[in-house]
């Protein structure tokens, strides 16, 4: 094949796991769950290790707030995927569903909802006024939602060969969560290649994994293109999943350069097997006009910001697309209150491969909208047939449309626009004040409902579903291999729910106390995840050691940080 690499590693690993799968169809449930609580332990013992390691990838000082995305997205998250995961497996183990006990709601068009957050007392306090649900497709019904929940765990014995899990290189709970996924959700042992971005973390890894590494169904692997395309490609694989970008899935799938491009015009794939991905896009924030204070304006400002800004902007659901009212009276505060946002967020490396050259691309197509600290804001751009609107940045780029409109008029014209302008179905936001909420009534259910995203966030982050590891995380279903957009399947998803569709995330217009002062009894401060909280790394920490440990002791430390974020 041309190889450059020892391929014999990648052969072993393939061969090792090959016997493995054999132990993991005689391994019971009871053992399964243990695996997931020792993997949890492990998780805590190293978090430190973890983030420290994380950290340096992106080139943070160890005194950013800005260290509080690694606690939160890294180590946090993967405490509360082990442990969902493992009650589900629990609840399996005693001969009942992971729902039982659940109380299952109603969404728009007769969807049965499965409320994913708050979920216990726990959720309630440090969430609050934060939920989520995940709706099932139309058609299932409550009592078939019970009956196919837990997936391949339902019958264990029956395993699904060897699945090759390419990780990503952003967000580093990704490609530990896809692996629990791959063993947990569909039952086959995995071999994960780690993105070369994420190599540093190896050793954590293999330290959390070793519970599974020494049963012999998971083994960590390394190296770039070639060692990817020798994996997903070896006869031994059964299964791809992947997370990245859509160029990459159609190199994989199709073959890179013209030939690619000329055997997906003709649908005849290199790939010999089923892949499934969690890919990126223009994911668009609909700023519903309203009649805010000048609190609101900056605080929402920041929460725009926040959307693009995360992590630098190399997030795959980061906002791109800022969709406002060109007949809002407060669009020209709001603006300034955006941009003002957007210079005021911390200073941060580029540390992604590529964003400056997609970064000075966006300068060169759309002149004039450097900020600073190297970002983009793109005012005004055209409603169609525009590189921002069709090109996913992965990079601190945002664009601002308006639309005509206001109320339940400019809300449906930025649906359709989300749905049929913008590249990609991963995750929408809208942002709408309490007093609008109210006016629009069934038409902002019917909004939600109408637009086709895997994720769709109301006064919330679509992150926070990645958040929440009982919410499911993927594009919204229907995508092809051929016209890919955000990709194909789900994962987390810890009840392990079939027939999904959807998550939706609420959350509160105002922060604590003003939400207080307003009428509305929500006890969240400014979330921990915006770029602008001053407290962002001590609360992550202190949230993922009490995600470890689940001392109820840690909760007022937890809540002394958080409000003086």
Same mark, same amino acid.
Not at 58 to 65: A, E, G
Not at 76 to 88: C, K, Y
Not at 309 to 329: K, M, T
């Given at each position: ?37 020792? +993997?949890?332990? =492990?998780?805590?013992?190293? %978090?430190?290790?973890? &983030?420290? *390691? ?6 943070? @000082? $160890? ?113 530990? +969560?896809?692996? =629990?996924?791959?063993?947990? %959700?569909?039952?086959? &042992?995995? *071999? ?6 994420? @190599? $540093? ?365």
């Amino acid at each position: 094949m041309g190889t450059t690499f020892d391929t014999a590693v990648i052969d072993n690993a393939l061969a090792e796991l090959a016997e493995g799968e054999k132990v993991w169809a005689a391994t019971d449930l009871r053992r399964r769950r243990e695996l997931l609580e020792e +993997l949890h332990a =492990l998780t805590a013992r190293d %978090a430190e290790a973890w &983030v420290s *390691a994380a950290r340096a990838v992106k080139q943070l @000082d $160890p005194d950013s707030p800005l260290v509080g995305e690694e606690w939160m997205s890294g180590p946090m998250t993967m405490l509360a995927g082990a442990q969902a995961l493992a009650e589900s497996v629990g609840a399996l183990e005693r001969g009942a569903s992971p729902l039982d006990g659940v109380d299952l709601g109603t969404a728009p068009g007769g969807r049965v909802s499965v409320p994913a957050l708050p979920h216990g007392v726990y959720d309630k306090l440090l969430l609050s006024g934060f939920s989520a649900e995940v709706w099932l497709r139309p058609g299932v019904d409550a009592a078939t939602a019970r009956r196919k929940a837990g997936l391949a765990q339902r019958d264990p014995a029956a395993t699904g060969g060897i699945g090759a899990v390419l990780g990503a290189g952003n967000i580093m709970s990704i490609a530990p +969560l896809d692996t =629990l996924y791959e063993l947990y %959700a569909n039952n086959r &042992v995995v *071999a994960l290649k780690l993105n070369p971005i994420t @190599d $540093p973390l190896l050793p954590v890894f293999r330290a959390i994994f070793a519970p599974f590494i020494e049963l012999g169904v998971v083994r960590i692997l390394t190296g770039g293109a070639p060692e990817g395309g020798y994996l997903v490609n070896h006869p031994q694989v059964a299964h791809v999943h992947m997370t990245g970008g859509a160029p990459t899935h159609d190199a994989i799938v199709w073959g890179p350069g013209e030939a690619g491009a000329e055997r997906k015009k003709t649908g005849e794939p290199v790939l010999a097997k089923p892949i499934t991905s969690e890919l990126g896009g223009v994911a668009p924030c609909i700023v519903v006009p309203g009649d805010w204070s000048a609190a609101d304006l900056k605080f929402q400002a920041e929460h725009v910001a926040t959307q693009r800004l995360h992590n630098g902007g190399y997030n795959c659901v980061a906002a791109q697309a800022v969709v406002i009212s060109a007949d809002w009276p407060l669009k020209d505060q709001f603006l300034t209150e955006l941009r003002a946002a957007i210079d005021r967020a911390p200073a941060r490396p580029a540390y992604y491969p590529g964003s400056d050259g997609r970064v000075s691309s966006a300068i060169e197509t759309y002149p004039g909208s450097t900020r600073a600290n190297g970002r983009v804001l793109v005012e005004k751009l055209p409603t169609s047939d525009t590189p921002l609107l069709r090109t996913e940045y992965f990079s601190p780029v945002l664009g601002v449309v308006e639309l005509p409109g206001t109320g339940a008029d400019f809300l449906r014209t930025a649906v359709d626009f989300a749905n049929d302008e913008l590249m990609g179905t991963l995750g929408a936001n809208v942002i709408v004040h309490p007093d609008t909420i109210d006016e629009l009534g069934a038409r902002l259910d019917t909004a939600i409902e109408d637009l086709r995203y895997g994720t769709v966030a109301i006064n919330s982050w679509t992150g926070l579903a990645f958040l929440t590891p009982r919410a499911s995380w993927g594009a919204y279903p229907g995508h092809t291999l051929d016209d890919i957009q955000s990709g194909i399947g789900v994962v987390h998803n810890a009840f392990l729910l079939d027939d999904v569709e959807r998550t939706v995330v609420r959350g509160p217009f105002r922060p604590a106390p003003r939400a207080i002062m307003h009428g509305e009894f929500v006890l969240s401060p400014k979330p921990p995840w915006f770029v602008s909280n001053k407290t962002g790394t001590g609360t992550g920490r202190k949230l993922t050691a009490f995600y470890g440990d689940g001392k109820p002791t840690r909760l007022p430390g937890i809540f002394v940080s958080a409000l003086r974020g």
